[in-house]
C-alpha cells in the first residue's frame, strides 16, 4: 500500500482545512485508515482513525473540530479540521493497518507527511 497525503498549509487560528490522503496498492477498503501528527520535539501522536466498515474514533483533543471520512471508490481518506488551533501545528501523517487502534506501531503502511502550521 502506497500512501500520499496533502492538504497541508498555513491557516489562522480559527480556520479549517481539509487534509487528503491516497492510498494505491493492495485494496484500500480492507485496511483501518489512521491520521498522526507529530509537532516539532514531540513524539507522533494519534488523531482520528476510519475502520473499513465506517467506523470512527477521534482523539479528545480534536473531538468535536476534525472529522475523518473516507471515499472507497476513490481509495481516499480525508481528514476535515475545524476550529484550528495553533497547537495543531505539526506534520500530519495518514496510516493504515490491520487494527482500529490508536498505537502507531500497528500501522503497516505511512505516507509522507503534511505540513499543517495554524498562526495565532
Known amino acids: 500500500v502506497q500512501l500520499q497525503a496533502s492538504g497541508g498549509g498555513l491557516v489562522q487560528a480559527g480556520g479549517s482545512l481539509r487534509l487528503s490522503c491516497a492510498a494505491s496498492?493492495?485494496?484500500?477498503?480492507?485496511?483501518?485508515m489512521g491520521w498522526f501528527r507529530q509537532a516539532p520535539g514531540k513524539e507522533r501522536e494519534f488523531v482520528a482513525r476510519?475502520?473499513?466498515?465506517?467506523?470512527?474514533y477521534h482523539a479528545g483533543s480534536v473531538k468535536g473540530r476534525f472529522t475523518i471520512s473516507g471515499d472507497n471508490a476513490k481509495n481516499m481518506v480525508y481528514l476535515q479540521m475545524n476550529n484550528l488551533k495553533p497547537e495543531d501545528t505539526a506534520v500530519y501523517y495518514c496510516?493504515?493497518?490491520?487494527?482500529?487502534?490508536?498505537?502507531?506501531?500497528?500501522?503497516?503502511?505511512w505516507g509522507q507527511g503534511t505540513l499543517v502550521t495554524v498562526s495565532s
Open positions: 496498492g493492495r485494496t484500500f477498503s480492507s485496511y483501518v
Open positions: 496510516a493504515a493497518g490491520p487494527y482500529f487502534t490508536a498505537r502507531a506501531d500497528d500501522y503497516d503502511y
Open positions: 476510519l475502520s473499513s466498515g465506517g467506523s470512527t
